[in-house]
Nanobody, 116 residues
Framework: EVQLVESGGGLVQPGGSLRLSCAAS????????MSWVRQAPGKGLEWVST????????YYAESMKGRFTISRDNAKNTLYLQMNSLKSEDTAVYYC?????????RGQGTQVTVSS
């Protein structure tokens, strides 16, 4: 059974930073691209970033470029998202998802709230 468990969310002031983690199990982690997606209140799922199976390639939504960094540790079956220069519009539930297009396999999410 695919399990993805996110952590690291919280309340942060504008301009602050957070590092999200996602612990994966139930599948061969380094066989898959992995992604972060998010859902803001009242909105649909939004793609944030994707990383290739070995971490050699990374992709970001335009509004996240230069502020967010995706990474992975295949030895620990863990995906990360370093978020810097956070803005109020980054407030959302963040999910890690297996793959780079079908986000049906995703965790329960972690809430990120950016507010002063």
């Amino acid at each position: 059974e695919v399990q993805l468990v996110e952590s690291g969310g919280g309340l942060v002031q504008p301009g602050g930073s957070l590092r999200l983690s996602c612990a994966a199990s139930g599948f061969t982690f380094d066989d898959y691209f992995m992604s972060w997606v998010r859902q803001a209140p009242g909105k649909g799922l939004e793609w944030v970033s994707t990383i290739s199976w070995n971490g050699g390639s990374t992709y970001y939504a335009e509004s996240m470029k230069g502020r967010f960094t995706i990474s992975r540790d295949n030895a620990k079956n863990t995906l990360y998202l370093q978020m810097n220069s956070l803005k109020s519009e980054d407030t959302a539930v963040y999910y890690c998802a297996r793959g780079d297009s079908d986000y049906s396999h995703r965790g329960q999410g972690t809430q990120v709230t950016v507010s002063s």
